[in-house]
């Protein structure tokens, strides 16, 4: 029967991906000189599960290239070869090899055979040489007419019995028997259980079972391990007939990768059956495999895997669902609480339901901003080295979560920063110890949640913006610019399209593309990007984006006749201030709270709203909080608490400055949700 492994696929795309950003996560984090022991194995038990869902599900390429890797990273944890940087370098090197080779099976993308050759034999290199010097020191130890040593070959009996289900779960045998074929000489029986019955025979189901001899240098522990993704324990049993000991002739230094390898294991033990050796670091008892089996004794996973657009489909039914418990708490306004106090209570209870449903589906959706980040350590290590600069890169706030699709859209514009960051602020090491610093540069990346939003901050303590040279630029590519600008001003004007400030078009740089990017990407998102410098001391870029794209907290708000949401987060305190709290000085408005003055803010000259109160004493004054800057609202009345559903103006109507989106009010009408930042922003503007 021809079984069909494409349904779990996917399966293992996931699980391989995750396993290669945690190889990386440790190599890059390594300590070459005294590398720890537990991320030694954990490297291995990385590309060994990768290997093994590879052979399982026929990807030749992918298992060989990983076995190069898991030959070499095993002869290093168990302290036959001392770990070294340029091992670390061509680990990382094959890392990205079969990520490309994955990519090539999952979106039939394009594979650069020579790159993937280009790494393994780095990996051979690196192992020849060891090996070459352990056999001269051999060598030297050998009496004279000493022609022949042990080979360290052992005969194990493997009896392999599948359960029923083995071809109903998609498994194939045939990889199996090709990896330990592999590993030396064998011979395979099949047994065949012949059913009683065969009225009731089921032809789907396994009633094979394999006896297989293997003549290897390969120990216990590496035959369970080949069984490790299709095998419990009680199904597989291994046993060490016979250590035999061969003869045979010191090999020479020139010797092929797969007889190096055999060479490498002579010196090896062999096993006894009271001990096998089988390590548990080695495969994880309680992790379900690529078929999604449970362990023999029934653990239960941790978690499941769900597709994206059923995320997505959940949360949009959500949405819904707060818009109809609005509409019904908005009608159930209009009966008598005393007469109809039942219909009261459940429309409560519905609420609090809804509220606490809504948490919980959203919270599905909120990822750590950690997956963003664990890209840049690697990105930060090769560029550094591309460039001939040091640099360190440090995080913070890895655990803040925001939503998934603001994640997914964040990586390219957080990656122009970082770039930018190494390229044009850090500097070299002898112009870092020209200017008294110390030759290594740091780039943080920090990110917090403040109110309803995610800020995220990258900061370079390399030579900061220059000035001068950012305004000459602007003027030859016909900007309108003056020496009398701001610095925030000039800042600015980096990310017009186009501008660029290097010498020199490289490959990392000089096509005035990034940061322009940057802007539109950040601003398509509902966000904003600010930059603060100073020369010789470094840059930060703050990148400020809503928490969610999908539901939030908000007070709706009457100006004359409109109502708008203002995010509830954003919202520090509402007062109705006294006629002497009201001062005005340079033209501008002011309200005076506890002995602070605040700029006043109308909404109704922002957005030209007629009949709308303008005596700050006749309405109501609200303090908010604009990333940091606290600022008077005025509005004419404060009307409700809602949970709200955001929908975008821009798909069904076009962008509004000053706004995050639009709802859906309870009795069918909508109201513009204000973005706080954005709209000081806008009425600054227009002084």
């Not at 492994?5 to 950003?21: G, K, P, Y």
């Not at 120990?219 to 993704?229: A, G, N, V």
């Not at 990148?543 to 907290?553: G, H, K, R």
């Amino acid at each position: 029967m021809s079984a069909d492994l494409s349904q779990f696929f996917q399966v293992f795309f996931e699980e391989s991906a995750e396993h290669l950003a945690e190889m990386e996560r440790i190599l890059l984090s390594i300590d070459p000189h005294a590398p720890d022991e537990e991320e030694l194995h954990a490297v291995f038990r990385a590309a060994h599960s990768i290997k093994g869902g590879a052979a399982t599900f026929g990807f030749s390429d992918m298992t060989s290239t990983t076995h190069t890797l898991e030959s070499l990273l095993d002869r290093v944890r168990h302290h036959e070869l001392g770990l070294t940087a340029e091992m670390v370098d061509a680990f990382l090197e094959t890392k990205d090899a079969i990520a490309m080779l994955l990519a090539g099976h999952r979106d039939q993308a394009p594979v650069d055979l020579a790159v993937v050759e280009s790494a393994c034999g780095k990996l051979r290199s690196i192992e020849g040489g060891s090996l070459a010097a352990v056999q001269i020191v051999g060598t030297a130890a050998v009496e004279p007419d000493a022609g022949s040593v042990a080979t360290g070959e052992k005969e194990y009996r493997i009896l392999f019995r599948p359960p029923a289900d083995l071809f109903i779960r998609g498994v194939r045998v045939e990889p199996l028997f090709e990896e330990l074929a592999s590993l030396g000489e064998l011979s395979i029986t099949a047994q065949v259980a012949v059913p009683e019955d065969f009225a009731t025979y089921e032809p789907e189901q396994c009633c094979l079972s394999w006896e297989m001899v293997l003549n290897s240098t390969s120990s216990l522990e590496e035959l369970y391990d080949i069984f490790m993704f299709v095998a419990d324990e009680d199904e597989i049993e291994i046993q060490v007939i016979e250590p035999a000991l061969k003869q045979a002739a010191v090999p020479s230094c020139g010797l092929e990768p797969s007889e190096q390898k055999h060479t490498s294991k002579a010196a090896e033990a062999p096993p006894t059956l009271e001990s096998p050796g089988r390590r548990l670091y080695d495969r994880d008892e309680t992790a379900p495999n690529a078929f999604g089996r449970r362990p023999a004794d029934g653990t239960e996973a941790t978690s499941i895997r769900v597709g994206v657009s059923k995320v997505d489909q959940l949360i949009n039914q959500m949405g819904e669902l707060v818009i109809t418990q609005a509409m019904l708490a908005q009608t159930a306004q209009q009966f008598d609480p005393v007469l109809y106090e039942s219909l009261h209570r459940g429309m409560a209870l519905l609420q609090r339901n809804t509220r606490d449903l809504q948490e919980s589906v959203m919270s599905i959706r909120m990822m750590p901003i950690s997956f963003i980040f664990s890209r840049f350590p690697r990105l930060v290590h090769d560029l550094a080295a591309k460039l001939g600069k040091q640099a360190e890169l440090k995080l913070v706030g890895e655990t803040t979560e925001l939503d998934k699709g603001l994640i997914e859209k964040l990586a390219d514009p957080l990656t122009h920063l970082v770039r930018n960051s190494l390229d044009h602020g850090i500097e070299s090491p002898e112009e870092r110890r020209l200017a008294g610093k110390q030759p290594g540069g740091t780039i943080t990346l920090r990110a917090a949640q403040t109110g309803g939003r995610i800020v995220i901050e990258v900061i370079d303590d390399g030579a900061g913006l220059n000035r001068s040279r950012i305004l000459q630029k602007a003027l030859e590519n016909g900007l309108s610019v003056s020496d009398e600008m701001a610095d925030e001003e000039v800042w600015q004007l980096i990310f017009a399209p186009g501008f660029s400030t290097a010498e020199k078009v490289t490959d990392v740089s000089g096509r005035g593309v990034g940061m322009d990017v940057v802007m539109k990407n950040v601003q398509a998102l509902g966000g904003r990007v600010s930059i603060s410098s100073e020369s010789g001391k470094g840059s930060r870029v703050l990148v400020s984006l809503p928490l969610t794209l999908a539901i939030l907290d908000g007070l709706s708000v009457r100006v004359g006749d409109e109502i708008f949401i203002v995010p509830l987060n954003s919202i520090i305190e509402s007062l109705q201030p006294q006629p002497d709290d009201i001062n005005t000085v340079s033209g501008n408005t002011t309200v005076r709270v506890r002995g602070e003055y605040l700029p006043l803010l109308r909404l109704s000259e922002v957005y030209r709203i007629r009949e709308a109160e303008e005596r700050p004493e006749h309405a109501v004054v609200m303090i908010v909080d604009a990333e940091g800057e606290q600022v008077a609202l005025l509005v004419d009345e404060l009307l409700n608490q809602h949970q709200v559903v955001i929908k975008s103006l821009e798909k069904n109507y076009r962008k509004v400055d000053g706004t995050a989106g639009a709802t859906i009010m309870g009795d069918g009408h909508v109201a513009l949700i204000l973005d706080v930042g954005d709209l000081v922003h806008l009425w600054r503007k227009g002084l």
